[in-house]
């Protein structure tokens, strides 16, 4: 991310974040153990707009991976060692970051508040991006929007990075959609086409359809037909958004 790019082209403004919830972030993985696997979990050390959290995550983060305890002392001589201790400005800094961390407990609150921020500066900087594309472009513009679209899902797919669960409620969702499988019930989204339904029981929530086709083919047409059939026969809500 050229946080430089961004301001010039913003006319100064200040990009997307929020400092005290970087920090309340560092300062709940400080006093909590659980803490770290959860924001490591949710996090980079790009997803840090501040450079010196995003150092501090990142040792915190070879810490964890070298399974090793993560305090003060042990994350100063990490920094110390790599030279990146001065960097962040000293203990004084480590030893305030707890201030902003008044519940260990909310780790995941302030961990979304970071991740949306970066998502923020994300979509701004390739929108950027894409303008340049458009303007300097030869190509015709269906491959234009093709890129577009590919950039703004690989966005997309991160921001839908999946989380841990429990196994056992997984398995008695398993469990019961082989009963309805097996009893012809449909267990997803009806498409309206018998035959599609019959053999994928539905548009899964688990699964991402890709409808593809060269331009023109139809495939808008076939995708408002799947929501129209779900909308209006089967009384599902739909939302529809074309880019």
Not at 4 to 11: M, Q, S, V
Not at 23 to 48: D, H, R, Y
Not at 112 to 128: F, G, M, P, T, Y
Request: net charge negative; glycine share 6%; hydrophobic share 35%.
């Amino acid at each position: 991310m050229d946080s430089n790019k961004l301001k010039n082209i913003n006319g100064g403004k200040i990009d997307p974040n929020s400092k005290e919830a970087e920090q309340s972030v560092l300062g709940c993985m400080l006093i909590n153990q659980e803490s770290v696997s959860k924001a490591i979990q949710n996090l980079t050390p790009e997803s840090f707009y501040d450079k010196s959290n995003a150092v501090i995550f990142k040792n915190m983060q070879r810490l964890f991976n070298d399974n090793k305890n993560i305090d003060y002392v042990t994350l100063g001589n990490q920094l110390e060692k790599n030279k990146e201790l001065e960097l962040i400005g000293g203990y004084h800094y480590l030893t305030g970051l707890t201030d902003n961390a008044p519940s260990a407990q909310n780790v995941e609150y302030y961990a979304n508040i970071v991740k949306e921020k970066q998502i923020l500066r994300r979509i701004i900087s390739v929108s950027i991006d894409i303008q340049k594309e458009a303007y300097a472009s030869t190509e015709d513009a269906n491959n234009v929007l093709d890129k577009a679209e590919q950039i703004l899902f690989d966005i997309s797919k991160d921001v839908q990075k999946g989380r841990f669960r429990e196994i056992e409620p997984i398995l008695h969702e398993v469990l019961d959609s082989w009963g309805n499988r097996k009893s012809g019930a449909l267990t997803g989204v009806p498409s309206g086409f018998y035959d599609l339904d019959n053999l994928l029981s539905g548009f899964q929530e688990s699964d991402f359809i890709v409808l593809a086709g060269r331009p023109s083919m139809g495939k808008t047409a076939l995708a408002l037909n799947f929501s129209r059939n779900a909308a209006l026969d089967h009384k599902m809500k739909i939302g529809f958004f074309s880019l």
